[in-house]
């Protein structure tokens, strides 16, 4: 009998703001650029509209990591939203360190809606890096595994 | 310093100055006291109490006192005054309708440290100035020093100084070089494996009672994201680790920022896990990455939470600033 070997595809939740980094996601994909197909989108108004709740939540429905893409600072939509995302994120990935949640399972990347290159980059590097890591265990909750 | 309190409650209470007077009283032990509002002379003759034991902060009780009619008394150590004031920036508490007496603090013990240095059956403690004297079932007394058995937070005091008043008992102190953020740096230095082992010890022991965020002089939201049966965190089923992480990040980043590091979450924890150590983690980054803040302070700054520069650190600090790996 041969035990199957099953190859790890994480799941990858990139919340992204609707003005830039969104529209980056859609210009790599008009421009056919590949990106692995575990990065779950997640459209949201700003990148201030992320409560560190959603993060923790992310991990707890099963996600192996989180990115949060954003507008690049000063380029915010509405201003200043992505400059008290970036404080709070900041803050909230140094406390997941300090409680020893692998540190690169969460990331913050600045895309603009012109940059679909660098959209699909990032995401081909965080799923390299979240297969490396493999399996969130850390912050997994029981219940909600299928 | 009691009598002079209470000498000093009881003048303002009857000339009119005040409606009701918030100190604490003696609970079921001498060494287990808990806060009290007093209507009436007669009421603080019989129950009125400060010893080394007064630990319970204030400020919270005036969220609600404040809005009544007609002043209230508060006695204030210099932690509660800090949180009074961050209140007051706040907008949660009505500063005329509070008169504010000062107290000097030189520390509270910890009636358990007492318990676990061996002596049993504890009848009483008496506060005796720089002794503490311990009346038990089998002896007459035993003396103790207080500076061995003060509370944890006390040990490494961040500030003595009492940063609003009306009028002083005692003489105000100062704002100490404490070394709070030892035990963080030390938690920091661990690997990520450990520093994971550590604190699920700690936070797998939380029975979810929520008594650090009802004690919390910053947590003053009048609907709770907890108190939401959806928020997953009520269960303590046995399944994980998830709801503690979670209920425990959450706390300590609702009042980042705000937190004075009066330690009352720590005290209060029934199952003694150090939660003023991940309050000190977001001050500790907070004053790293963008300057020096002490929430109570002043009125005046903006904290760091809700202020921004144009050349703040990114998030990828983590991995440079971070605790090992």
Request: glycine share 6%; aromatic share 10%.
């Amino acid at each position: 009998m041969q035990i199957e070997k099953k190859e790890f595809k994480p799941t990858i939740v990139a919340f992204c703001c609707n003005w830039c980094s969104y529209a980056g996601a859609d210009l790599a994909g008009t421009n056919r650029l590949n990106y692995p197909a575990d990065v779950k989108i997640i459209r949201v108004p700003c990148s201030c509209r992320v409560n560190p709740m959603f993060i923790l939540r992310a991990f707890q429905r099963g996600a192996d990591g989180v990115i949060l893409c954003g507008c690049h600072p000063g380029d915010c939509h509405y201003t200043t939203g992505n400059y008290y995302a970036r404080r709070r994120m900041t803050l909230l990935f140094s406390m997941l360190d300090f409680l020893g949640i692998e540190r690169g399972r969460t990331r913050v990347e600045w895309v603009s809606a012109a940059e679909g290159a660098k959209f699909a980059q990032t995401m081909n590097e965080f799923v390299e890096t979240i297969i490396s890591l493999g399996e969130n265990k850390r912050l997994e909750d029981l219940r909600c595994k299928k | 310093m009691q009598e002079m309190m209470k000498k000093r409650a009881l003048q303002l209470l009857q000339d009119g100055t005040v409606e009701r007077v918030l100190a604490w009283k003696t609970g079921e032990f001498s060494y287990d006291i808990t806060p009290a509002v007093f209507e009436s002379a007669e009421e603080i003759e019989k129950d009125f109490v400060y010893d080394a034991f007064c630990a319970a902060n204030l400020s919270k009780y005036l969220v609600a006192l404040s809005k009544k009619e007609g002043k209230t008394l508060a006695f204030l150590k210099p932690c509660d005054s800090y949180s009074f004031q961050q209140l007051m920036k706040e907008h949660r508490v009505d500063r005329d309708n509070v008169y504010i007496i000062g107290i000097a603090c030189d520390g509270k013990a910890d009636a358990d440290k007492i318990k676990d240095s061996g002596i049993k059956g504890i009848k009483n403690i008496a506060d005796n100035g720089d002794k503490l004297v311990v009346e038990t079932i089998y002896s007459e007394s035993t003396e103790l020093d207080k500076k061995d058995f003060l509370a944890e937070r006390c040990l490494n005091c961040k500030s003595r100084k009492v940063v609003i008043y009306d009028e002083m008992i005692g003489e105000n102190g100062e704002v100490l070089d404490s070394n709070r953020f030892d035990m963080v740096e030390k938690i920091e230095a661990m690997t990520s494996e450990e520093r994971f082992e550590f604190w699920q010890n700690e936070l797998s022991r939380c029975i979810r009672c929520n008594a650090c965020r009802n004690v919390c002089p910053a947590c003053t939201c009048e609907k709770c994201v907890f108190d939401n049966d959806a928020s997953g965190i009520a269960n303590k089923a046995a399944a994980n680790s998830f709801e503690e992480n979670m209920f425990h990040i959450i706390r300590a980043f609702h009042v980042a920022g705000r937190c004075t590091d009066c330690g009352e979450c720590s005290r209060v924890c029934p199952q003694h896990i150090p939660l003023h150590l991940l309050n000190r983690k977001f001050i500790k980054d907070m004053n790293e990455f963008y300057g020096e803040y002490q929430a109570g302070e002043d009125l005046e700054t903006r904290p760091p939470l809700v202020n921004f520069t144009m050349d703040d650190v990114e998030p990828s600090i983590v991995n440079e600033k971070g605790g090992k790996e």
